[in-house]
């Protein structure tokens, strides 16, 4: 896809630069891959990206600048690494933003920014462009804003009166892991943006950053375990009104203290989202997860999988007669085709698989834990 208006090479430039370095930030609404991306110089940081109402937009995620006072062990940006420093000055990053709008390329931004000059002068920054994207450029739609460590509260409750959505990336489950990776973030200016967020949240009667904040876990960097991480997500949900955690496997970076460091393999990460689901969708509760003794999820079967064969007093369940919270429990039934069973056994029984595969369900998980108008069904056990 050609980008259909004039950029001078210098901010071309420097959107190649910023947006390349923020692509390490996964906090972007569940972002597409790079082969979904558009093509082009600029265009390559423009990412498919789900809203938390379900439709598809293209957000331009960017950084302010990358340039960064702060020496966290993975990240590209850190001081002393041997990059390209560059910045946006509010104007022209704003600018730069309102003509992809106005070009129908982007319907949306994701800002970020290194911290330079301090957390306080930092956000000043992002919030003066995002200020003018709104009031100048008249921008309506869909903003995300990162709230950077050592921002104030003052600050923290403009950047929800602006965004759709705000973010703190913890990158760590707590203060212990954090200070090994970055010494140099403490703990006040990493967590009171978060708290005053949900406070404002609280008060702001769904007006204030109406799609709620995120948070972003490196896992791995600090080797921390599955239950330390899930620990602080499930904290951040049930007290902090945390909308949605993203977690982001660890992978070393060349010129960095970490890069030889293994990197943390994809499974890590897929099973830490299932748990996050579970918390989320289908009101699981932290103690009712299954470790091994260091901590970790095993990898050979998912979360809830574990659970049900952990607990065969509750098995089998019967799909014609169970409620909603139950029929969660089962494996292979999630909140889809939990909705469809209830409304599809009003009008007949369900007796056989194939029933359940038409309400959505994966019958063949399904299977060794339910019965089908009293039945139990023919099964092999399955894990993963």
């Keep these: 896809m050609a980008i259909a208006f004039h950029v001078e090479p210098d901010a071309r430039e420097k959107v190649e630069i910023l947006g390349r370095a923020a692509q390490y930030d996964v906090c972007g609404e569940a972002c597409g891959t790079e082969a979904s991306r558009t093509r082009d110089n600029l265009g390559k940081w423009i990412y498919p990206a789900v809203?938390?109402?379900?439709r598809r937009v293209s957000l331009l995620k960017v950084l302010q600048t990358n340039a960064c006072e702060k020496n966290c062990a993975y990240c590209v940006n850190r001081i002393g690494h041997d990059?390209?420093?560059?910045?946006?000055?509010?104007?022209?990053?704003?600018?730069?933003?309102a003509e992809m709008v106005r070009s129908k390329l982007v319907e949306g931004l994701f800002l970020s920014s290194g911290i330079c000059g301090g957390g306080v002068r930092s956000m000043d920054r992002l919030l003066a462009t995002v200020e003018l994207v709104r009031k100048r450029y008249q921008f309506q739609g869909y903003v995300h804003l990162k709230l950077?460590?050592?921002?104030t509260r003052s600050q923290v409750e403009r950047a929800g009166q602006l965004a759709d959505r705000v973010s703190v990336n913890l990158e760590a489950p707590n203060m212990d892991r954090l200070s090994r990776i970055a010494p140099l973030k403490e703990r006040d200016e990493v967590l009171n943006p978060m708290r005053w967020a949900s406070e404002f949240m609280a008060k702001g009667n769904g007006r204030w950053a109406p799609s709620g904040q995120t948070t972003q876990f490196v896992v791995g960097a600090a080797d921390e375990s599955d239950q330390e991480i899930l620990t602080t997500a499930s904290y951040l949900y049930n007290k902090m009104d945390?909308?949605?955690?993203?977690?982001s496997a660890f992978q070393p970076v060349r010129g960095t203290p970490l890069e030889g460091k293994p990197f943390t393999p994809a499974w890590r990460e897929h099973r830490l989202y299932q748990c996050d689901f579970l918390f989320r969708l289908y009101e699981f509760g932290l103690d009712e997860l299954v470790f091994d003794g260091d901590g970790h999820l095993p990898r050979e079967a998912d979360p809830k999988m574990m659970w049900a064969q952990a607990h065969p007093e509750y098995f089998p369940i019967?799909?014609?007669?169970?409620?909603?919270?139950?029929?969660?429990r089962v494996p292979g039934i999630g909140p889809r085709s939990?909705?469809?069973i209830l409304r599809a056994r009003k009008a007949s029984k369900f007796t056989s698989l194939s029933d359940l595969r038409k309400a959505g369900a994966v019958s063949q998980r399904a299977a060794p834990f339910v019965l089908l108008?009293?039945?139990?069904?023919?099964?092999?056990?399955?894990?993963c």
């Design 51 to 54: 809203m938390p109402d379900g």
């Design 83 to 97: 990059i390209r420093r560059t910045h946006f000055a509010p104007e022209d990053l704003s600018k730069i933003f």
């Design 148 to 151: 950077l460590p050592g921002a």
């Design 242 to 247: 945390l909308h949605r955690a993203y977690f």
């Design 318 to 328: 019967e799909v014609n007669r169970a409620e909603e919270k139950d029929l969660l």
């Design 338 to 340: 939990a909705t469809r």
């Design 373 to 383: 108008a009293g039945r139990r069904p023919p099964y092999q056990m399955a894990l």
